[in-house]
């Protein structure tokens, strides 16, 4: 699952493959300020630098413990545009240039499909 919030940017959640109970999950992210931004709010785990893999900066979460801090992120919604709350929140250009180019891409993919 991807997940785009303000000041964590962009995380994938997935299955931790490694993990013969199923009961974890890896967080992972691009870029160590937003893991080091998620981990300040939602101390869990420990960090680990994987530089060899698609994601640098990686958690094992536990699935209970990532189902509570998703909700607390439901909640804690009170804006009514991710890509100008996330420009407003950081100090990286970069960032929200980013955003806007996923919405980009997202907005020719859903004039693309056949019309209802």
Do not use: C
């Not at 009961?23 to 998620?38: G, Q």
């Not at 630098?49 to 992120?73: C, G, Q, S, W």
């Not at 100008?84 to 240039?97: Q, T, Y």
């Not at 907005?107 to 019309?115: L, S």
């Amino acid at each position: 699952m991807w997940l785009f919030y303000p000041k964590y940017l962009f995380m994938s959640v997935v299955e931790n493959m490694n993990d013969q109970t199923h009961s974890t999950l890896l967080v992972r992210f691009r870029r160590k300020a937003n893991a080091v931004a998620f981990m300040s709010d939602f101390p869990v785990g420990v960090l680990k630098t994987t530089p060899d893999h698609d994601y640098k900066y990686r958690l094992v979460v536990p699935k209970e413990v990532m189902a509570e801090i998703i909700h607390k992120l439901v909640q804690n919604i009170d804006y009514g545009n991710l890509k100008d709350e996330a420009e407003n929140r950081s100090k990286d250009s970069e960032e929200s240039v980013l955003l806007h180019r996923v919405w980009d891409l997202l907005y020719e993919h859903q004039y693309g499909e056949a019309q209802d």
